[in-house]
Nanobody
Framework: VQLQASGGGLVQAGDSLRLSCAVSGGTLSRYLIDWFRQAPGKEREFVASIRWSGGITYYADSLKGRFTISRDKVKNTVYLQMNSLKPEDTAVYYC????????????WGQGTQVTVSS
């Protein structure tokens, strides 16, 4: 499985941004696609996840209501819509693939930088 994240950039606080993760290869119906982020000097943290089959979504509690994960089965792409962005959302955002019922992703995208200025 290969994942290609894109859509990052420099925005102002309060703006919105949509990240994309193009997924290729593998049996997508067996996977969840996750978004993680890592801010400078901090550990990587879970953001959101979506089951490819069925579209069930999961979110970090602190991000519920501002971030929305979705997928386009025709384009084989997962999106992360981020609204009301805050400077503390500044991080490198990664998408990753995980087999259902496994704890850790087995494949990662290259990351895309999101910078939110105050």
């Amino acid at each position: 499985v290969q994942l290609q994240a894109s859509g990052g950039g420099l925005v102002q606080a309060g703006d919105s941004l949509r990240l994309s993760c193009a997924v290729s290869g593998g049996t997508l119906s067996r996977y969840l696609i996750d978004w993680f982020r890592q801010a400078p000097g901090k550990e990587r943290e879970f953001v959101a996840s979506i089951r490819w089959s069925g579209g069930i979504t999961y979110y970090a509690d602190s991000l519920k209501g501002r971030f929305t994960i979705s997928r386009d089965k025709v384009k084989n792409t997962v999106y992360l819509q981020m609204n009301s962005l805050k400077p503390e959302d500044t991080a490198v955002y990664y998408c990753a693939a995980k087999v259902l019922y496994q704890d850790r992703p087995f494949a990662w995208g290259q990351g895309t930088q999101v910078t939110v200025s105050s």
